[in-house]
């Protein structure tokens, strides 16, 4: 018997300096004079990025601006310039709510950083109608399909319709649910969608 209680004491005081010893190098690092510590300091710890200057090009204007050069092309067109159409959706580029045209090209302006736009041009939802009021004919064909319900994701939907026509890729309602399927639209206004881009798709393609 007295053997066993010997065998568990020894057993009890190698697991104690075990959890002792695990301890200790946990905390070394963090002791001063500590050679991981000294090595710690020497590693240079990288600095937030800076303001940077950028000059967008939306919607035919020129907007200089002064921002973190992490910002999104969204936060810069919602926050900075004050352009609320672009929606934030799910901001991890899922939704299609952000969906702007760039150079005439859909882009997702909540995965693209504002400074990589450089100089090309950016059309938000602001932008698409006509100085005297007239709708785009994309604008248009989602009022006359009544092809949208809450509105959230429409300016979403109408920039993504336009890109989907001068890509090429709406030649069929197939081939339309195909390339616009990136843009949700959680009211399901689905069929009322493509039938707004098949009335404008003409229209769209001459312009």
Same mark, same amino acid.
């Given at each position: ?17 075990? /959890? ?10 963090? /002791? ?24 967008? %090009? ?81 604008? %248009? ?7 949208? %319900? ?48 098949? %009335? ?8």
């Amino acid at each position: 018997m007295a053997e066993e209680n010997d065998h568990e004491v020894r057993i009890h005081e190698s697991r104690r300096r075990f /959890l002792i010893g695990s301890a200790l190098a946990g905390a070394a690092p963090l /002791l001063p004079g500590d050679a991981g510590a000294q090595a710690d300091r020497s590693t240079p710890v990288p600095e937030a990025a800076g303001p940077a200057g950028i000059a967008l %090009q939306v919607n035919g204007r020129t907007h200089r601006l002064e921002m973190d050069a992490r910002t999104t092309l969204l936060d810069a067109l919602r926050e900075h310039i004050g352009l609320t159409g672009a929606k934030k959706g799910c901001d991890h580029g899922q939704c299609g709510a952000c969906t702007v045209l760039v150079d005439g090209r859909r882009e997702l302006s909540c995965l693209t950083l504002a400074v990589s736009v450089g100089e090309r041009e950016v059309t938000t939802i602001e932008g698409l109608a006509e100085p005297g009021g007239d709708l785009h004919p994309m604008q %248009q064909a989602f009022i006359d399909r009544d092809a949208f %319900q809450c509105g959230y994701c429409t300016p979403g939907q109408i920039l993504s319709a336009i890109g989907c026509v001068r890509e090429g890729h709406a030649a069929t309602p197939e081939a339309i649910r195909e390339y616009m399927s990136g843009n949700i639209c959680r009211c399901a206004a689905y069929p009322n969608i493509v039938a707004a881009v098949m %009335q404008a798709r003409d229209q769209v393609e001459g312009g």
